[in-house]
């Protein structure tokens, strides 16, 4: 059964979990306290699948005690709106990708600096081990209230166009291309000669549809989950950034939860982190095979394509010294050049 027939028996069973949305608290002894948690990932998609297994397992951990209801798809917000929210306590939970935070902290995108990683051996060092990367997601968010209770994949990032396949960087100069609001990413496609534009997700398929933008950057299963496919028929695998996003907790909540309630919740991140990274990762190739069956033409570089845009990656990693720091960026430098060789 493939990934994508599971998404409706995983779903139906755990749709009877949320309660009344909004509502955070019980209203009398023995009641259920129900929680929030939002995401802009796509009704279905492995993050979404992630979210509802997190859910699950607190009721089933909480003995009904606590219930998390899951709002997918943008329904209460962009990832910069779920962020505030969590900041102020006026939302419980996300799975967020703290990248679209930067305009509220720069260091919140200092993890997609292009081609920290080019496989997952690698990725699995230094995102979800105790290098500067997570140590600087924790950090940062910690100080706007908000807790990192874990990660989730975003994938490897590519570029999807109406414009003819991507094969070298040059390829990318003077498309208008949509990026989060990432100082790192923006400044990679600035390097190819592209016009980075910066777009809430919600918004995108729109600006796609209307031509205000003629691309888009994200993971091969975002777009797809996304439908961007529809207006794009090109999608490259540049693989130009590795994403990664929080499991997230708001601190206001945080603080009103016992040690045992804490403690559930706790281990459902730990789980929802290592299922949904295997699941994304198990089902790339299904989805690349998707999207060719949907009429795109996914292009995947070879060495000598993919070592042009490492070069131009890599290029913008002293500019942006003055945005992350010499020193945090020194220290990320020596990690990378430690892993080098993972495979």
């Given at each position: 059964?493939t ?10 069973a755990?749709?009877a ?35 509802e297994?997190f ?13 998390v209801?899951v709002?997918p798809?943008?329904?209460i917000?962009s990832?910069?709106?779920l ?9 419980d ?20 600096l292009?081609?920290i990683v ?12 105790d290098?500067i990367?997570?140590?600087?997601m ?18 490897f990032?590519?570029?999807s ?10 390829d ?17 496609f600035?390097?190819?000669?592209a016009?980075p ?12 549809q209307?031509g205000?933008?003629d ?20 999608y490259?695998?540049t ?23 804490t ?17 994304e990762?198990?089902v ?9 069956d949907e009429?795109v033409?996914?292009t ?8 042009e845009?490492q070069a131009?990656g ?11 720091g ?18």
């Amino acid at each position: 059964m493939t990934s994508r027939k599971r998404i409706i028996g995983m779903i139906a069973a755990t749709a009877a979990l949320g309660m009344v949305a909004g509502c955070s608290g019980g209203t009398a002894e023995g009641d259920a306290t129900t929680l929030r948690l939002g995401m802009v990932a796509a009704d279905g998609s492995v993050q979404h699948q992630a979210a509802e297994r997190f859910a699950e397992s607190v009721a089933e951990s909480s003995g009904g005690e606590l219930e998390v209801e899951v709002f997918p798809a943008g329904q209460i917000g962009s990832d910069e709106s779920l962020g505030q929210d969590l900041s102020s306590g006026a939302l419980d939970f996300a799975f967020l990708n703290q990248g679209s935070m930067a305009a509220t902290d720069p260091l919140l995108d200092f993890h997609y600096l292009p081609y920290i990683v080019t496989n997952y051996a690698q990725a699995d060092e230094l995102f979800y081990g105790d290098g500067i990367i997570p140590q600087t997601m924790t950090e940062t968010l910690a100080a706007h209230g908000i807790r990192a209770l874990g990660w989730y994949e975003l994938e490897f990032r590519g570029a999807s166009t109406s414009d003819g396949p991507i094969q070298e960087p040059a390829d990318l100069a003077g498309q208008k291309i949509r990026v989060p609001g990432s100082a790192a990413i923006g400044a990679f496609f600035e390097e190819t000669g592209a016009q980075p534009t910066t777009i809430p997700f919600p918004e995108l398929y729109s600006a796609l549809q209307q031509g205000t933008v003629d691309g888009q950057d994200n993971g091969l299963l975002i777009t797809y989950d996304n439908r961007f496919f529809e207006i794009n028929d090109h999608y490259t695998l540049t693989r130009h950034v590795y994403a990664s996003g929080t499991i997230a907790a708001s601190e206001s909540i945080w603080e009103t939860l016992s040690d045992e309630e804490t403690g559930w919740i706790e281990d459902a991140a730990a789980d929802a982190q290592e299922w949904e990274i295997a699941e994304e990762r198990a089902v790339t190739d299904e989805y690349i095979q998707l999207m060719t069956d949907e009429g795109v033409e996914v292009t995947e570089l070879d060495d000598s394509e993919l070592a042009e845009f490492q070069a131009a990656g890599r290029a913008v990693w002293d500019d942006m010294a003055d945005v992350y720091g010499e020193d945090r960026i020194a220290a990320l430098r020596e990690e990378v050049e430690a892993v080098a060789d993972l495979k």
